[in-house]
T-cell receptor, first 116, second 111 residues
Framework: GAVVSQHPSRVICKSGTSVKIECRSLDFQATTMFWYRQFPKQSLMLMAT?????????EQGVEKDKFLINHASLTLSTLTVTSAHPEDSSFYIC????????????FGPGTRLTVL | RKEVEQDPGPFNVPEGATVAFNCTYSNSASQSFFWYRQDCRKEPKLLMSVYSSGNEDGRFTAQLNRASQYISLLIRDSKLSDSATYLC????????????FGKGTKLSVKP
């Protein structure tokens, strides 16, 4: 149990385009979903926390108008990188929490974004 | 001071060796502690939670020292498949269950 999927796994796009990444909890209802970003040789950095039906909470320094998060249901959250630029190239990972067992989070396989 | 700090690594050890990773955290109010494992270009996977009394899972032993704000992971009888980056993780200050990740320590187990 506790499987999280992410789609697409890899995307290459031109500068200026928008990219949507989906995160789904396949076999449980996720009360909260998290979006992380990881640059090479760096730690995972939390970008935003999203609860179903409410606005996402963004971490300091993350532009909410650039990284749009929609958490439409208890099993789906989407992250849209708007007007992507090369510096947005990174590994984006979502996770989902059932708020059971001490804040345990289940991670999706990640999306590798390359902006040309 | 960073919220979660780990040994810089990398650790290069032979098969069968015992290796220990250390981690310190800055928020004395933290309540949840974990070790995750991350393989190259993959997502993190939970290795084990860390409990106040210390806990063991096969070849892996985790310890927590709240007074020193220190967490450790011991791997006995290292296997080639243990090669990965080990992430020390602590719950964040928010109430929504966010996690703070250390940069990780890379382990390479050689034949």
């Amino acid at each position: 149990g506790a499987v999280v999927s992410q789609h697409p796994s890899r995307v290459i796009c031109k500068s200026g385009t928008s990219v949507k990444i989906e995160c789904r909890s396949l076999d449980f209802q996720a009360t909260t979903m998290f979006w992380y970003r990881q640059f090479p040789k760096q730690s995972l950095m939390l970008m935003a926390t999203s609860n179903e039906g409410s606005k996402a909470t963004y971490e300091q320094g993350v532009e909410k108008d650039k990284f749009l998060i929609n958490h439409a249901s208890l099993t789906l959250s989407t992250l849209t990188v708007t007007s992507a630029h090369p510096e947005d190239s990174s590994f984006y990972i979502c996770s989902a929490s059932r708020r059971v067992l001490r804040n345990e989070q289940f991670f999706g396989p990640g999306t590798r974004l390359t902006v040309l | 001071r960073k919220e979660v700090e780990q040994d810089p690594g990398p650790f290069n050890v032979p098969e069968g060796a015992t290796v220990a990773f250390n981690c310190t955290y800055s928020n004395s109010a933290s309540q949840s502690f974990f070790w995750y494992r991350q393989d190259c270009r993959k997502e993190p996977k939970l290795l084990m939670s860390v409990y106040s009394s210390g806990n063991e899972d096969g070849r892996f032993t985790a310890q927590l020292n709240r007074a020193s704000q220190y967490i450790s992971l011991l791997i006995r009888d290292s296997k080639l498949s243990d090669s990965a980056t080990y992430l020390c993780v602590v719950n964040g200050r928010g109430s929504q269950g966010n996690l703070i990740f250390g940069k990780g320590t890379k382990l390479s187990v050689k034949p």
